[in-house]
Nanobody
Framework: EVQLQASGGGLVQAGGSLRLSCAASGFTFGDYTIGWFRQAPGKEREGVSCIVRSDGSTDYADSVKGRFTISSDNTKNTVYLQMNSLEAEDTAVYYC?????????????????WGQGTQVTVSS
């Protein structure tokens, strides 16, 4: 059974940093992509970033390019999202998700497995 556990959210002032973690388990074969998504109140879920486990390919939403960095530690089956220069607009519940694919994608419907969310609040 695939399980994803997101953590690391919190309250931070604008301009500050947070690092989110996503611990994945249950992938016994094949390649997969881990994505980070976020959803703010009254808004649709938005793809933030993703990384392919096998080759480390990454993708980012335009809104976070240059500020967020995704990385993975395959020995720990954990994906990280380093978020710098945080803005009030980054406030949302952040989710990690997994897709059985070897390509980058920020299309939420392509992800079959979802973890619980972690709240990120940026005060201005």
């Amino acid at each position: 059974e695939v399980q994803l556990q997101a953590s690391g959210g919190g309250l931070v002032q604008a301009g500050g940093s947070l690092r989110l973690s996503c611990a994945a388990s249950g992938f016994t074969f094949g390649d997969y992509t881990i994505g980070w998504f976020r959803q703010a109140p009254g808004k649709e879920r938005e793809g933030v970033s993703c990384i392919v486990r096998s080759d480390g390919s990454t993708d980012y939403a335009d809104s976070v390019k240059g500020r967020f960095t995704i990385s993975s530690d395959n020995t720990k089956n954990t994906v990280y999202l380093q978020m710098n220069s945080l803005e009030a607009e980054d406030t949302a519940v952040y989710y990690c998700a997994a897709a059985r694919t070897s390509v980058v994608t920020l299309w939420a419907l392509g992800y079959a497995y979802w973890g619980q969310g972690t709240q990120v609040t940026v005060s201005s």
